[in-house]
């Protein structure tokens, strides 16, 4: 490695990467905002950003606090509405990918943003679906952002707030839902689904990151393919473009 | 015909128990100085709803006023979450429908369309569904489509009593102007009875004519207009005046107990005469010039 970049500059890049030229892509507040623009300024620029309250295509300038920040509504395309946006766009079937966080995830990349703890017991009410619910449901695929730990990454969750590949096999079509999750990002490796069992499965490891490392910080054992390549570091250009354009005030990409 | 009337009168207007629609989204065009005056009427066992949660929606229930919420999750942004709504759901005294944004915004839009139901591809698969079927008098239910046979989830349309919607610029009779996106507030103003627009500015019936594209809310479903300027404070207004970080950062600190939020609202509502009132304790025109918006940037 012959310069540093930290664990966020490498999940947003690897978010970027698998976002395509001309994709329609729903957007969620933090990495995936970094991650798209990311794309949009370097090897996708006709892609269509969406954020889920009526904003097409924005232009920020500022690092906004959230989606109701009108810094990162700014030089948009289009100013319009849920119904425009998740109803004519994304319930239409228009949308490619779809861009999530969450605060747990199951080994179907099923998401929970909702109740923390046993939900007939005692439990903590965090923020509920948003539009992640509708996204997950409705994007012809997802990609998930969040921390390596294992608390986050659990064998099975307390609630499932947006759907994945719900019991795996076919039990998500079986509810008349294409798509779903494509990829798992975390800050130490990234994760796909087995084609058949739809179980999470690691894809490739960060650089610097052993396969322990791996999995004594997850609550269940992913699929495991024989040959484990090392995600590709960033670029100089991606890291630049990240500090000085995209995120100069580290609002989105915080201090690690 | 004139509907222009004071801040006390609209609110006077809401009888305890009503179905509301709020305009807010998160930090944003939320029914501030209108959610205070409720609080200072003393009027309770509201309905709220909204698609995303909201400043608005979380003062009225940490002041005691709301027995049900009907939304689609919520925060506060980064500055935190709703912790009056996220509290009343975790003991208990908050009866909750939560759904997604989309299914909060259809079953607005099967209200204003008076169509029976709004079927949707989102909800499946997910606790949200198994939780709002478990509830009695569920507003979701399962219909099998006519043409192909494949079964879908339909919502109930949403009746609010009243939409009140927190907007840049109206006139008189209430047709009225929202700058930047919209959220809901289309479909929340055409499912409910009647609507309380509050406006940051007035304007006559001519400005009006001579630029009707931008009309959102059109006269005809407005019962009030009340012109009141910075009525969203603490929320920002786009192209109008910015969020206040240090306002909304106290209230997260005065949400975190019941206790401290009873002096938050002793402080800013209870104790406070009306909204001029209110702008003088957080800063006056000092504090709110310093919030205004640019004029290109919108914020």
């Known amino acids: ?35 798209s623009f990311l794309a949009k300024q370097t090897h996708a620029p006709n892609m269509t950003i969406l954020f889920e309250l009526g904003v097409i295509d ?60 046993d939900p007939k017991g005692k439990f903590r009410h965090m923020i509920g679906s948003g539009g992640a619910n509708d996204i997950a449901s409705c994007a012809k695929r997802t990609i998930i952002i969040m921390r390596h730990e294992e608390r986050k990454l659990k064998k099975a969750i307390s609630f499932i707030t947006s759907p994945g590949f719900i019991a795996g096999g076919d039990s998500r ?17 990234i994760f796909g689904f087995h084609a058949d069992t739809k179980q999470m499965m ?3 490891i960060h650089p610097g990151i052993t396969l322990e490392d ?13 040959q484990i390549p090392y995600t590709d570091p960033p670029t100089h250009e991606q890291v630049r473009i990240i500090r000085e354009v995209i995120d100069p005030q580290r609002m989105y990409m915080g201090k690690d | 015909m004139t509907k222009l009337t004071t801040l006390t009168e609209a609110v006077a207007s809401i009888p305890s128990g009503a179905h509301l629609a709020l305009s807010g989204f998160a930090i944003t065009r939320c029914t501030m100085a209108f959610t205070r005056e409720v609080i200072r009427q003393r009027i309770k066992n509201l309905t709220i709803s909204q698609c995303v949660g909201a400043m608005d929606a979380d003062m009225l229930v940490g002041a005691g006023a709301v027995n049900r919420l009907i939304y689609g999750g919520g925060s506060l942004d980064r500055f935190g979450r709703l912790n009056c709504v996220n509290r009343g759901i975790e003991d208990g005294t908050l009866a909750v429908e939560e759904y997604s944004s989309l299914s909060v915004a259809f079953r607005y839009l099967a209200g204003a369309l008076g169509i029976p139901f709004m079927p949707i591809r989102s909800l499946r698969g997910s606790d949200l569904m198994v939780h709002l079927k478990e509830k009695s008098g569920s507003n979701l239910s399962n219909i099998t489509d006519p043409f192909t046979g494949e079964d879908w989830p339909v919502l109930k349309p949403l009746l609010p009593d009243v939409a009140i919607v927190q907007v840049q610029v109206a006139d008189q009779e209430g047709n009225a102007w929202i700058m930047g996106p919209r959220w809901d507030n289309s479909e929340q103003v055409r499912s409910s009875q009647r609507t309380i627009v509050i406006t940051e500015r007035l304007v006559t019936d001519e400005t009006i004519r001579q630029n009707p594209e931008r009309t959102v809310i059109p006269g005809l479903f407005v019962s009030h207009v009340v012109e009141l300027p910075f009525a969203a404070h603490p929320t ?53 010039n310093s919030l205004q918006a640019d004029p290109v940037l919108g914020y």
Do not use: C
Not at chain 1, 214 to 220: H, P
């Open chain 1, 1 to 35: 490695m012959d310069f540093d970049y930290t664990p966020s500059e490498l999940m947003a890049v690897a978010g970027a990467r698998e976002l395509q030229d001309r994709e329609v892509v729903a957007v969620g507040l933090g990495l995936p905002v970094v991650a």
């Open chain 1, 58 to 117: 924005p232009q920020p300038m500022d690092q906004g606090v959230g989606l109701a920040d009108p810094r990162v509504w700014y030089r948009a395309n289009v100013l319009s509405s849920f119904v425009d946006i998740l109803g004519d766009v994304l319930h239409r079937g228009r949308v490619d990918v779809g861009f999530l966080g969450g605060l747990e995830v199951d080994q179907f990349g099923n998401l929970n943003t909702s109740l923390i703890g």
């Open chain 1, 173 to 189: 079509a079986k509810v008349g839902l294409a798509g779903g999750p494509s990829r798992v990002i975390t800050d130490k490796a």
């Open chain 1, 202 to 204: 690691l894809i490739s």
């Open chain 1, 214 to 226: 791996v999995l004594g910080t997850m609550g269940f054992s992913p699929v495991l393919p024989e």
């Open chain 2, 236 to 288: 920002s207004v786009y192209r109008a005046y910015d969020y206040d970080s240090e306002q909304i950062q106290a209230y997260v600190e005065a949400t975190r107990t019941p206790e401290a939020f009873r002096a938050y609202l002793d402080q800013y509502v209870y104790n406070v005469k009306d909204h001029w009132e209110y702008l003088e304790r957080v800063g006056g025109l000092k504090r709110l």
